[in-house]
């Protein structure tokens, strides 16, 4: 995220900066995708690799300078991401991960979304040459519905490309006042005691026909929406922040980013407040750091106020339907801005200020306008269903180093969003409530990110003692040999680690997909059952 220009993944609004994180990919032994600031955005050139990773360790961070990837709005403070890439960072450079891609994770994001800042800073970038992530990391990726409609079924989602994260790390103040009280008191005590009559008419009557608004307006579906949509302040030992989230059921559960509640995972404090300036304490019931999902529960939750938010179809979007987002921009609850549906499957990588691992996505990518504290927000289809969870934008606002943003500056808006379609969301957030942890779908191999070729190559030899090609494992079963280089999985064209990643990812556990790869010059076809990691890479 230290390009500008780059995408970047939404963070929490914060006070203090906070940095991106990139995602890996999942490692067939039990290797997890590391949390970091989301960055989206296409994948990351293959000119600049980086060293593979431990089946069972997270792909280390792209190098700063790489395009950011997607940030998500997360809260207002993250700790800047590794370099070289503005996600997660310190995983990946552990070296190659079974199952996960490697690649540098996109640049370091600023603070999150949010009055103070909880969502971890992620911003969109397109995959350099080489993978994000260090070469040899494993493979894994996921799917993401991109449709509005009908109730998701399907926990998966469509295909993504890369795009960027959404993070800002400055707090925003903002004065309000004083201004109308002036043009008051000049307008009546400034006149004249003696004036009898104004220039201005105003009318005493209201058509009130004209004042209504339809169910399907913007007004009249936002209207429905705000009540259901939540600000969330976290606070840790370390930084605090602030996102959105929304009502998922009627249990208490709150659907929203990872990186807009890393900052309180750990003994911290979390508070949901919703639109009629009620708040409530809140507990984390599972986080997804390579998904970027998390699910919170109202301690105490008021049954008055769960009115969960209809979930629409994101397999079944379509480029050019309507879009509405709703967050806290800069901390601004309640904030609603419109825009269209700009492309679907948008390969994504981010990461936050924390140093987890990074997040990988087929992301939908929007116009509308998102900022840091859109974190976890919902996006609305024109029915009112949520199609996607906004979690990165694209920004030109960049900085240096690790803390592209620093703590003053702030980036904003350029038409160019990413959320998490709803599908996959829906999948990975049950599978939270259920069993407390994400479960990710795996190749079980290592990749190479210093491969400058199209494609993303298997690792040519183990990487300090980690076999290329996991023994027994899916790859491997399918027939798959350590230098062969992946050009699609399951008809989608894959031109780097990432993209294979975020693939990957957009599956479950146990699915067939038809891999194409090259090998000595000659094409080959193979069909692989892809494998299963529980839980996220410490």
């Known amino acids: 995220m230290g390009n500008a220009g780059l995408p970047r993944s939404c963070h929490p609004w914060r006070s203090s900066v906070s940095s991106e994180h990139e995602s890996g990919f999942t490692g067939p032994q039990g290797a997890q995708p590391t949390g970091g600031h989301d960055a989206v955005g296409p994948a990351p050139d293959r000119t600049a690799q980086q060293p593979a990773v431990p089946s069972d360790g997270v792909p280390p961070a792209s190098p700063a300078g790489q395009p950011s990837t997607a940030v998500p709005p997360p809260p207002s403070s993250y700790p800047p991401p590794q370099p070289p890439a503005p996600g997660h960072s310190a995983d990946y450079a552990a070296g190659p991960s079974a199952d996960y891609a490697a690649y540098p994770p996109p640049p370091a994001h600023s603070a999150p979304f949010g009055s103070?800042?909880?969502?971890?800073?992620?911003?969109?970038?397109?995959?350099?040459?080489?993978?994000?992530?260090?070469?040899?990391?494993?493979?894994?990726?996921?799917?993401?519905?991109?449709?509005?409609?009908?109730?998701?079924?399907?926990?998966?989602?469509?295909?993504?490309?890369?795009?960027?994260?959404?993070?800002?790390?400055?707090?925003?103040?903002?004065?309000?006042?004083?201004?109308?009280?002036?043009?008051?008191?000049?307008?009546?005590?400034?006149?004249?005691?003696?004036?009898?009559?104004?220039?201005?008419?105003?009318?005493?009557?209201?058509?009130?026909?004209?004042?209504?608004?339809?169910?399907?307006?913007?007004?009249?579906?936002?209207?429905?929406?705000?009540?259901?949509?939540?600000?969330?302040?976290?606070?840790?030992?370390?930084?605090?922040?602030?996102?959105?989230?929304?009502?998922?059921?009627t249990e208490g559960h709150i659907l929203t980013n990872n990186h807009v509640v890393a900052p309180a995972a750990d003994g911290g404090k979390l508070t949901v407040k919703f639109s009629d300036g009620s708040s409530y304490a809140a507990s984390v019931v599972g986080r997804a750091e390579g998904y970027d999902v998390a699910v919170v529960k109202l301690d105490n939750p008021p049954k008055d106020k769960l009115s969960p938010l209809p979930l629409g179809d994101s397999d079944k979007v379509a480029v050019g339907d309507a879009t509405i987002a709703i967050g806290a921009p800069f901390g601004l609850e309640g904030t609603v801005t419109t825009g269209i549906v700009s492309a679907k499957d948008r390969p994504v990588a981010s990461g936050d200020s924390t140093g987890a691992q990074a997040s990988y996505m087929n992301a939908l990518q929007t116009d509308a306008s998102i900022n840091p504290g859109n974190s976890g927000g919902p996006l609305l289809n024109a029915g009112g269903q949520v199609i996607g969870i906004n979690s990165a934008i694209q920004s030109t606002s960049g900085g240096g180093g690790g803390n592209p943003f620093g703590q003053t500056e702030q980036a904003g808006s350029i038409g160019l969003g990413f959320a998490i379609p709803i599908n996959q969301a829906k999948w990975v957030a049950d599978t939270l409530i259920r069993t407390g942890q994400p479960v990710y779908a795996i190749l079980g191999v290592l990749r190479n990110d210093n491969y400058n070729g199209d494609g993303a190559q298997i690792m040519p030899s183990p990487v300090q003692g980690t076999p290329a090609v996991t023994p027994d494992g899916p790859a491997d079963k399918a027939g798959l040999k350590p230098g062969d280089v992946i050009t699609k999985l399951d008809g989608v064209p894959i031109d780097s680690g990432p993209t294979l990643v975020s693939e990957i990812w957009s599956h479950r556990p146990g699915e067939h997909v038809q891999v194409v790869y090259t090998r000595n010059g000659e094409t080959h076809t193979t069909t692989v059952t892809l494998g299963e990691r529980k839980g996220d890479s410490k």
Do not use: C, M
């Not at 800073?121 to 070469?135: E, I, K, L, T, Y």
């Not at 990726?141 to 989602?157: E, N």
């Not at 004249?192 to 008419?201: E, L, Q, R, Y």
């Open 116 to 249: 103070g800042g909880t969502d971890a800073d992620r911003s969109a970038w397109p995959p350099p040459g080489g993978h994000p992530f260090g070469a040899g990391h494993p493979v894994g990726g996921w799917t993401g519905p991109d449709h509005p409609g009908g109730s998701s079924t399907d926990g998966r989602g469509p295909r993504r490309k890369q795009g960027g994260l959404v993070a800002l790390v400055a707090a925003v103040a903002i004065a309000a006042g004083g201004i109308g009280g002036g043009i008051g008191a000049w307008a009546s005590g400034g006149s004249d005691s003696s004036s009898t009559a104004s220039s201005t008419t105003v009318s005493s009557t209201v058509d009130k026909a004209a004042l209504n608004r339809a169910p399907t307006s913007v007004a009249g579906i936002a209207a429905k929406a705000l009540p259901s949509t939540v600000t969330i302040k976290a606070e840790g030992s370390q930084e605090s922040g602030t996102g959105t989230g929304f009502v998922y059921d």
